[in-house]
C-alpha cells in the first residue's frame, strides 16, 4: 500500500509567537520570548506573519490546500495578561475570529495551549521551577476551553516537554535562557509534566486529548563504549523522560534520583491522565557523542546522509523506525499516533516571475510520507500527519532566517508566495481522497 486511507487527517502546523506577532496589541503582555534576545537576525515575533490581522488570507491558503485541521497553539499572555489571572476578553476573540473562519472552511482545529511562550509574569514568579505555575497553567487551561472549548475537537496541552526543558532551562539557547545544573532543571521537567496532566484533566472534558513529543532514534557517534553510552542517555532524556510518565505512570528508572526530590504524593497518577491521541513531532536522526565535559554529551547530524539548510540531516528512515519502535516500547499503552510536526529549511527564495521551486521539500515530504505509510504497513496505527509549517516563521533563536513553509513570506511587505511544495501537498491529499 502507497495511499492514505480516506479518513486519515491531512494538516498543517504553527505556533503563537512563531506567527501571530501584534505582540502588545488588545491588551497582550510579553512572554518570555519577547524578552529574549538577541536571535540570530535581531528579528523577534513583534510582527512575525502578522497572522493576527492576516489570519482571513491564512485560513485561504489552507482551504486551498484542502487540509482537514490546523494545529495551532493560544498565547497564554494574550489570553492571561497578568498575575491575577484575569482572563483578557480582547485577547481570546482573536482566537474566537480564528476558529470561526476555519469552521467556514470545514477545518478543524488542533488547538495547544503551550508552544514555549511562557508569559513573562510567570517566569517573574520562578516559571516552571516553581510547582505555583502549575496551578496557574490549570485556570490558563480553564479559561480556555470555557471561552472555545465548544469548537474545538483535538486539545494538547504542551508541545515538546523535551526541547522546552532542554534548550530554555539546560543549554540556554531558547528562552527563558538558563543553563541550570540537572538537578535543579529536574524540577522544570516534573513541572512541564505535572502542569501537561493537570490541563489533560480539564481538557479531556471538552474533546479528544492528545499528547505531543519529538522523538529522534538516538544513534551514537562512534563505536566507542562511551559514544554508546552517552547514546543510550540521551535516548533516555529525549525519548522516554516525557513520554513514559504520561503513557506508563512512572519515569524511566535512570533519571527518578534526579526528578524524585520534585514528585508529590499524587503527581504521577496525574501525569498519567490517558490520552486519545498521540502526537511525533519529527525531523531528523541524532548521533550522539560522549564529551566527558560537564554536560556529558552532545548531539550532532550524523555523517553521510543530504543536510537541510538548518544543517539537520534528512533522513526519512528515522521516522519509520520512531513510529515502530513507539509502538513496540509502549503497547497497548499507546494511542494512535499522529505525526503533529514534520517538515525542513531550506534557503528558498521568490525568483523573478514570482515562482518559489522548493524541490528540495518536496522530496523531503515525499520521502517522509513514504516512511509514515510503511510504518503503518508494518502494523502502526497512524491517523495524520501535520507538516510544519504553512508559512515561513520565527524559528526561535534562528529568527526569520530558517524558512520552514510550504508558502513563502516576505517578512518586508508580508507577501505570500506558495511554494511549489504548497501544490505539490495540495494534490497529494487530494489524491488521498
Ligand atoms: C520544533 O522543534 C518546534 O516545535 C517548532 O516550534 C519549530 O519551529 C520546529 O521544530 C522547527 O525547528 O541538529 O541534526 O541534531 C524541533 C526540535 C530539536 C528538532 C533539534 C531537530 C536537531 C537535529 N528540534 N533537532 S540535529
New binding site residues.
Given amino acids: 500500500m502507497t495511499g492514505f486511507p480516506p479518513d486519515f487527517t491531512w494538516g498543517v502546523a504553527a505556533?503563537a509567537y512563531?506567527v501571530e506577532g501584534a505582540a502588545s496589541e488588545d491588551g497582550r503582555t510579553p512572554s518570555i520570548w519577547d524578552s529574549f534576545a538577541p536571535t540570530a537576525d535581531g528579528s523577534t515575533g513583534d510582527v512575525a506573519c502578522d497572522h493576527y490581522h492576516r489570519f482571513a488570507e491564512d485560513v485561504a491558503l489552507m482551504a486551498e490546500l484542502g487540509i482537514d485541521s490546523y494545529r495551532l497553539s493560544v498565547s497564554w499572555s494574550r489570553v492571561v495578561p497578568d498575575a491575577s489571572g484575569k482572563p483578557n476578553p480582547a485577547g481570546l476573540d482573536f482566537y474566537d475570529r480564528l476558529l470561526d473562519a476555519l469552521a467556514d472552511n470545514g477545518i478543524s482545529p488542533a488547538v495547544n495551549l503551550f508552544?514555549w511562550d511562557l508569559p513573562q509574569w510567570a517566569q517573574d514568579a520562578g516559571g516552571w521551577q516553581q510547582r505555583d505555575t502549575v496551578a496557574r497553567f490549570a485556570e490558563y487551561a480553564e479559561v480556555v476551553v470555557r471561552r472555545l472549548g465548544d469548537r474545538v475537537g483535538t486539545w494538547s496541552t504542551i508541545?515538546?516537554m523535551f526541547?522546552h526543558f532542554a534548550l530554555g532551562h539546560v543549554t540556554g539557547e531558547h528562552a527563558p535562557g538558563l543553563s541550570l545544573p540537572l538537578d535543579r532543571a529536574a524540577a522544570v521537567a516534573h513541572n512541564l509534566l505535572l502542569a501537561s496532566g493537570r490541563a489533560a484533566q480539564v481538557l479531556r472534558e471538552h474533546g479528544r486529548l492528545m499528547g505531543i513529543t519529538?522523538y529522534a532514534p538516538a544513534r551514537p557517534h562512534t563505536d566507542s563504549d562511551a559514544d554508546r553510552e552517552a547514546a543510550a542517555l540521551y535516548d533516555v532524556l529525549q525519548n522516554r523522560l516525557f513520554t513514559d510518565p504520561v503513557l506508563l505512570g512512572r519515569y524511566p528508572a535512570e533519571v527518578e534520583p534526579l526528578v524524585e526530590p520534585f514528585i508529590a504524593e499524587g503527581d504521577l497518577a496525574v501525569i498519567n491522565t490517558p490520552p486519545d491521541l498521540w502526537g511525533v513531532?519529527y525531523?531528523?536522526i541524532?548521533s550522539v557523542r560522549a564529551t566527558g565535559g560537564e554536560v556529558p554529551l552532545e548531539?550532532?547530524?550524523p555523517e553521510g546522509f543530504p543536510r537541510t539548510a538548518f544543517?539537520?540531516?534528512v533522513a526519512p528512515e528515522g521516522l519509520t523506525e520512531v513510529l515502530t519502535t513507539l509502538h513496540e516500547r509502549y503497547a497497548e499503552h499507546l494511542p494512535p499516533l499522529v505525526i503533529t510536526?514534520n517538515g525542513c529549511a531550506y534557503d528558498d527564495t521568490v525568483d523573478a516571475e514570482g515562482r518559489c521551486d522548493d524541490l528540495e521539500r518536496v522530496v523531503y515530504l515525499d520521502e517522509h510520507l513514504n516512511a509514515v505509510r510503511a510504518a503503518m504497513n508494518a502494523g502502526v496505527d497512524v491517523r495524520g500527519y501535520y507538516v510544519?509549517s504553512l508559512l515561513d516563521n520565527f524559528?526561535?533563536a534562528e529568527g526569520c532566517t530558517k524558512r520552514?513553509g510550504l508558502v513563502h513570506v516576505d517578512f518586508e511587505t508580508q507577501r505570500r508566495t506558495p511554494k511549489t511544495s504548497f501544490g505539490w501537498y495540495r494534490d497529494r491529499i487530494a489524491a488521498s481522497r
Wanted: hydrophobic share 35%; net charge negative.
Fill in positions: 505556533s512563531q508552544h508541545n515538546e526541547e519529538s513531532n525531523y531528523s541524532n548531539v550532532l547530524a544543517g539537520w540531516a510536526e510544519w524559528e526561535w520552514f
